[in-house]
Each structure stands twice: as structure tokens, then as C-alpha cells.
């Protein structure tokens, strides 16, 4: 969108925006799939292809 101005542009010096994503499970999700979704979730945001893809995306990968 080349002729949308920039926040900075339009008279706000200094924005800053964040943004996060979250998962979300049923209460009565059984402590052994939560643990087993975590550890599959670690690994899948530690592979650097998908780090690679999300940077691309304008997305800073988590820290491991």
C-alpha cells in the first residue's frame, strides 16, 4: 500500500506495536496432550525453516 503513510508520518513519532499469538486448549485437555503439544509446538518454532518462513513474514521467531 505505497500511498498509506507510515505511523511516524501521520504525526506519531516513536509508535510501537506488538503483537502475540496464542494457542488455546479445553480445560479438560489431560496433562499428557498438553505436554505432548508443547513439546511438539518447541520444536516445530526451533526449526529454521520455519523461523526462516515466519522472519520473511515480518514475524520474530520466539527465543528457544
Known sequence: MPDVP????SGIPGFKYDTWFAVFAP????KAEVDKFHTALG????DPVVQDR???????????
Open 27 to 30: 480445560a479438560s485437555m489431560h
Open 43 to 46: 520444536k516445530l518454532l526451533a
Open 54 to 64: 515466519l522472519l520473511r513474514l515480518g514475524i520474530e521467531p520466539p527465543a528457544p
Open 6 to 9: 507510515t505511523v511516524a508520518k
